[in-house]
């Protein structure tokens, strides 16, 4: 009889879904991302362009670019889209540490972001910072954030609208929790997955083969440095880009799946992320998180504090040494 129940009680939520979906209250995308994705409110989904075009006047949306490079927000944007700067209002601008609770409530709530609020965010750069944008909201309790398939780019390639009108709009009443550390990773936590003394979490590194084998230090261009190089002991390298289609889209469940699961991530025990600074890193946390339900963690001072810090172990496959020739 309880087995009755429960198959009942899931055929109702399943048609109550797909209610949702035809009548539009719910992001196509969030059912096509994975299961997971479509049935956990704790999990950010993902909107397709279309689905954004069709509510870029809907007052329940609010829409943020988080883009790298400075000044493509300034020159065009999707329509009512605010910009969060990530240097800024995602990150204290003195300490190396996250915004605040307070500093980053009084940001959302600029925005005209509420308790109810579903915050659509996309960037440049395959969505890098968005998805970095996803976990800040969801560390201070916004569950329903989504990210936008293909980000910035596609949406520009796609011939869809674009504005420099800055909206303008009323204060909401967006209230952040407490940081929820089950989302993030410190230097501690991951030296002891280092030297295997936590031996219930795997180490996945998204830099590209040549950082992680110790060749270079960071690509070129960048100013964040760590003065050794090289990998955290027993981290997998797959670099974030695997995850991505030609098109900038996340490629799909099954071969996402196959990915990580050749590295023998697949969600049997719990994951810690970590790139150069946090940002190409976040894209995977979302990911194997909101993507596909694992348990993950993103340690977000990755290589430039891990790199730089005295006494904890390192792989060099390459032996490069810093200041050397």
């Not at 329509?79 to 990150?91: C, M, Y």
């Not at 996250?98 to 996309?122: E, H, M, P, S």
Request: glycine share 8%; with cysteine; net charge positive.
């Amino acid at each position: 009889m309880k087995k009755l129940r429960r198959t009942s009680s899931l055929r109702v939520r399943r048609w109550v879904l797909i209610a949702a979906l035809i009548a539009g209250l719910v992001p196509t995308g969030a059912a096509t991302a994975s299961a997971a994705t479509a049935t956990s409110a704790k999990r950010a989904t993902i909107v397709e362009a279309a689905w954004l075009e069709a509510n870029l006047n809907n007052p329940k949306v609010r829409i943020i670019e988080v883009s790298t490079d400075p000044g493509v927000y300034e020159k065009s944007h999707i329509p009512n889209a605010v910009n969060f700067r990530w240097h800024t209002e995602f990150v204290d601008p003195v300490n190396r540490d996250i915004a605040g609770q307070a500093q980053f409530q009084a940001t959302a709530r600029a925005a005209g972001i509420n308790k109810d609020t579903q915050v659509v965010l996309y960037g440049d750069k395959n969505n890098w910072f968005a998805a970095w944008g996803v976990w800040i909201f969801r560390t201070y309790g916004h569950q329903n954030v989504s990210i936008l398939n293909g980000g910035r780019d596609k949406w520009v390639k796609d011939g869809r609208a674009m504005t420099p009108v800055v909206p303008s709009l009323r204060p909401g009443n967006f209230t952040a929790t407490t940081a929820n550390t089950n989302l993030r990773a410190f230097l501690p936590d991951v030296v002891k997955i280092a030297k295997k003394i936590d031996k219930t979490t795997k180490l996945v590194d998204i830099r590209s083969a040549d950082e992680f084998s110790g060749k270079i230090f960071a690509p070129a261009g960048f100013q964040e440095l760590a003065i050794r190089a090289g990998h955290i002991p027993g981290a997998q390298n797959v670099p974030w880009s695997t995850a991505v289609a030609p098109d900038g889209t996340f490629r799909p469940v099954a071969d996402l799946k196959a990915i990580y699961d050749a590295k023998g991530i697949n969600g049997k025990k719990k994951v810690t992320v970590y790139c150069r600074i946090g940002e190409r890193a976040a894209h995977t946390w979302f990911v194997l998180s909101e993507i596909l339900g694992y348990d993950v963690k993103l340690y977000d001072g990755s290589w430039t504090e891990y790199g730089n810090a005295v006494g904890v172990p390192i792989v060099n496959p390459t032996g490069t040494v810093w200041g050397k020739g």
